[in-house]
């Protein structure tokens, strides 16, 4: 019986533990946030004469524990100047990459 007891409440203690879905909107919000600044990065570098280099490297996002999300990245040269810009993936990435017909290099 205290083994049921103590097996109950793990499982209200698991739950409590999990994220609400408000904390899942404030990430996905996050998320489009951090993309909208990098590509002000990407599109200012561009602006100041720095161009892509292809193909664009598409790779699990470093800070992803499990290798779930993904990111783009771009290198970007002037002159004798390399740079490389990550950008995590998103819609507003994709759309980019298409616009300006760019090739995608994915892991084999």
Known sequence: MLQKQHERH???NALKNLPSPDHKKQEIQSDKNEATSYFGDLRSLIADGWEIVQPIFARPLWSSVDDSKAAFHFVLQRDRSTRLITIPRSPTALRFI???ALQV???A
């Open 105 to 107: 290099q994915y892991p």
């Open 10 to 12: 793990s499982s209200k």
């Open 98 to 100: 298409k616009n300006h």
